[in-house]
C-alpha cells in the first residue's frame, strides 16, 4: 500500500487548502483513513479521520469547525479542507490508513503512513 499527499503550500493566515492523499497498491479496501501533522521538535498530532464509508468524522478540538475531511473511494482519495487558517496550523500533514477496528486518535492505530506534505501558514 503506498498513500501519496498533496496540495501543501504556502498560505497567509485566514486562507485555506485542500490536502488530497491517494491510495494505491494491491489488496486495497476501504479501510478508515486519519490524517496527522508534525512540526519539528514535537510529537506527531492527530488532526482528523474519516470511517471507510465516510458516515463518521472524527477531529482534534484545535481544528473542529475549520477543518473537514471527507473521502472518495471510487478514486481511493482522501480530502483534508482546512478553512481559517491559522500559523500555529503550519506542520507536515501525513495520510494514514488503518485496518484494525482500534482507536482513530493513536498514531499507533496506523498501519501504512504516506510522505507528507508541508503546509505553512504566514501571519
Known amino acids: 500500500v503506498q498513500l501519496q499527499a498533496s496540495g501543501g503550500g504556502l498560505v497567509q493566515a485566514g486562507g485555506s487548502l485542500r490536502l488530497s492523499c491517494v491510495a494505491s497498491?494491491?489488496?486495497?479496501?476501504?479501510?478508515?483513513r486519519g490524517w496527522f501533522r508534525q512540526t519539528p521538535g514535537k510529537e506527531r498530532e492527530f488532526v482528523a479521520a474519516?470511517?471507510?464509508?465516510?458516515?463518521?468524522?472524527y477531529y482534534a478540538d484545535s481544528v473542529q469547525g475549520r477543518f473537514s475531511i471527507s473521502r472518495d473511494n471510487a478514486k481511493r482519495t482522501v480530502y483534508l479542507q482546512m478553512n481559517s487558517l491559522k500559523p500555529e496550523d503550519t506542520a507536515v500533514y501525513s495520510c494514514?490508513?488503518?485496518?484494525?477496528?482500534?482507536?482513530?486518535?493513536?498514531?499507533?492505530?496506523?498501519?501504512?503512513w504516506g510522505r507528507g506534505t508541508q503546509v505553512t501558514v504566514s501571519s
Open positions: 494514514t490508513m488503518k485496518r484494525k477496528p482500534t482507536s482513530y486518535y493513536n498514531e499507533n492505530s496506523y498501519d501504512f
Open positions: 497498491g494491491r489488496s486495497i479496501s476501504s479501510y478508515p
Open positions: 474519516i470511517t471507510w464509508g465516510g458516515d463518521l468524522t
